[in-house]
């Protein structure tokens, strides 16, 4: 990225922006605090070897052997943790952390998934940061891609999710739901899908939940039961399990 399109952050304290985001972020706001954590170079999220480990120690940890399954997982955490806090920042100070990787400096948990993520400069508004996000993932995702098996576009699938997820979550903390939807929408570039919402009305009140199109396997690495939004559920049945969650945010 040019730094001309940096110019119009140039002045932009991130830190202190970071601190101000923490109280929209709610339980997200440990993603962006590497406080009490070993910090290592976001460069190490491109790496085909440090990758390979991640995805062995999230098989461990799920006791599962298959590499498709235990890459998927980890991305599944890792994409979200990577696009909180820009969502909240671009929503509340219309600038973005970089996510270039050489940008950030992250921090894991014992268990192997990334614990936080903070980037040393800014980027002005959705577009450069769309921009910018396409890029960074695109050299995690094939890195990853190549060292578990996964399908690059079941984690871009992923990654999409991810941004709308945590654009509504802090679009419903700022009581803002319509634009962090569209905010969501508008980091659709390249490879990226497009983010899908539904509404679902219970207790004479409508709530607004992703309509995802990814799914994190979680039900194979435990012989478990799908995630309630997963979109490997029939619509009906999605439907019915939406609907009594809603009922209990009420």
């Known amino acids: 990225m040019n730094d001309r399109r940096l110019s119009d952050s140039s002045l932009f304290d991130i830190e202190a922006a970071y601190s101000r985001i923490r109280v929209v972020l709610g339980d997200f706001a440990h993603t962006v605090d590497l406080a009490g954590f070993d910090e290592f170079p976001g460069s190490l999220l491109t790496d085909p070897e440090w990758l390979a480990e991640r995805v062995v120690d999230t098989g ?6 298959d590499a498709r399954v235990n890459g998927t997982l980890w991305w599944y955490s890792a994409s ?4 909180a806090g820009p969502a909240a920042m671009l929503l509340t100070e219309g600038i973005a952390p970089e996510p270039d990787p050489n940008r950030l400096r992250c921090a894991l948990r014992e268990n192997g998934y990334l614990a936080a993520v903070r980037s040393s400069r800014p980027v002005h508004g959705s577009e450069v940061y ?5 890029a960074a993932h695109t050299s995690v995702i094939s890195a990853l891609a190549a060292v578990s098996g996964a399908s690059p576009r079941a984690l871009w699938a992923i990654a999409t999710d991810s941004v709308a997820g945590r654009a509504l979550t802090v679009g419903r903390q700022l009581g ?7 905010l ?3 980091l659709a570039v390249g490879p990226m899908l497009t983010p899908r919402f539904v509404d679902i009305d219970s207790g004479g009140r409508s ?11 979680i039900y194979i690495a435990t ?9 490997r559920h029939t619509p009906a049945d999605r439907l019915s ?6 009922a209990e945010t009420v």
Not at 130 to 134: F, G, K, S
Not at 176 to 182: D, G, K, L, Q, W
Not at 223 to 231: F, N, V
Request: overall charge positive; proline content about 2%; some cysteine.
């Open 60 to 65: 461990v940890r799920w006791g599962c052997d």
């Open 241 to 246: 399990m939406l609907r009594q969650r809603a």
């Open 223 to 231: 012989g478990g039961s799908k995630c309630m939004s997963c979109p």
């Open 207 to 217: 709530e607004r939940f992703v309509r995802r199109g990814s799914c994190c396997l």
């Open 80 to 83: 979200s943790t990577l696009v």
């Open 176 to 182: 803002r739901v319509e634009e962090a939807c569209e």
């Open 130 to 134: 769309a921009e910018a996000l396409a």
């Open 184 to 186: 969501a929408e508008s």
